[in-house]
């Protein structure tokens, strides 16, 4: 299946992405639509994700949809990413549970990591275990996973119990000047994972 994004490209002769004279020797990028020099296609190829990637490329050209963006359309190669070079999912996930340790140690909430079904997300869920707890019981913990994750975040939730008593998720930007009063029964985010595998 390869042949069918490779091609000589006459147009610019500049890589999408290092900005570098391709010699007139161009790939499509198996991450996104880029047309990237042989250089950089070969740094895609150490990248942890690429044999995920080319997967799922070939389950979208099987499916007929020719037109498949790749799976990271704002792809970064793994030298420039700041946040999370060469880590695998698993990796991640020991990384995040880290971050979390000094509220796992209160044993005041339950912690956990779900894949989100139907996506390729998966959530971190840190839950009261008593009647919830102030938001600045969550807040550091929270601000350091949304950095942490870099740009893998997606979103944060919290959950509080409506004066009818039923639980109620709330979705807010998450920044140091958030403010969230009352009891908080358990915090969400959203993330991306490192592998992809439920694309496929
Ligand atoms: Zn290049």
Known sequence: MEYLKKFESFSTGICDRCGERTDGVTTMS?????????????????????????????????????NYGGVFPDYKPIKESEHIEFLTDRDMEL?????????????????????IRNTKMKCIGIISTQQGEFWNFYKDTALRLKDYLGDRYSSFWY???????????KNEHLSESLEISGNILGIYIKYRPRKFTSLV
């Open 95 to 115: 990384d995040i549970k880290d971050i979390c340790l000094e509220l796992i140690d209160t044993n005041k909430i339950t912690f956990e990591i779900l894949k």
């Open 30 to 66: 198996i991450f996104n639509t880029d047309i990237i020099c042989m250089k950089c296609e070969g740094e895609e190829r150490k990248d942890p994700d690429y044999k995920a990637a080319k997967a799922a490329e070939e389950a979208e050209i099987k499916k007929g949809n020719y």
């Open 159 to 169: 959950e509080k119990r409506t004066p009818f008593g039923n639980r109620d998720k």
